[in-house]
Structures are given as structure tokens and as C-alpha cells.
């Protein structure tokens, strides 16, 4: 299944749940910080189960977010994408990619 798929079944699950139209776009918000924490702490931990998990839920609560903002997260990331795929930098250290001024 692609992930477009995947975002329209997520959708609909939040549809059942009346998630979707009772949640608010800043409510996914603080839940994906939530979720994020949860992430950080698998990471941490070197935890792959809980990795996977984590970074699901991230997701799951970023496409609830974008539909509660009449967004698909699809169309976000293709956007982002179009930003930064000419984009050139340099990778730390530390591993973080810096851009280069434009």
C-alpha cells in the first residue's frame, strides 16, 4: 500500500473515531510533540519496537493534524520536497545537515 493510501485510511479510522472533526489542528499538534518525546526516548533507549511504533504514531498524528487544517500531508511533503531537493549543505559532525546561504 503506498503511503497516500496509508493517509486515507488513517483519516478514515479518525473519521470513525470522531477524532475527526471534534480534535483541532493545535490539539494533533501538542500530541505530535507527545509522540516525539516517546520517539526521543526510543532512540535513546536504542528500542527499535518502540522506534517503530513511535515514529507511526508521529505520523498517524501529523495526517489527522493536516486533514483538521484541510491539508494532506501528502501535498506537504511534496511541497517540501520541491523546497529542498536542489538545497546543498554540508553534514556535521554530529550528523545534522546544514544548508548553504542561498
Not at 28 to 46: C, D, F, M, P, Y
Not at 51 to 74: C, N
Request: net charge negative.
Amino acid at each position: 500500500m503506498s503511503f497516500a493510501e496509508y493517509e486515507i485510511k488513517t483519516i478514515q479510522w479518525a473519521e470513525a473515531r470522531r477524532i475527526i472533526p471534534n480534535s483541532t489542528p493545535l490539539a494533533q499538534a501538542i500530541k505530535t510533540l507527545e509522540e516525539v518525546t516517546e520517539l526521543l526516548s526510543a532512540l535513546h533507549r536504542g528500542d527499535r519496537e518502540e522506534m517503530i511504533d513511535a515514529y507511526g504514531d508521529v505520523l498517524v498524528t501529523l495526517i489527522i493534524g493536516a486533514d483538521l487544517a484541510d491539508l494532506d500531508l501528502t501535498g506537504c511533503l511534496e511541497a517540501a520536497y520541491a523546497q529542498i531537493k536542489d538545497r546543498r549543505g554540508t553534514l556535521r559532525a554530529d550528523g545534522v545537515f546544514v544548508k548553504e546561504a542561498a
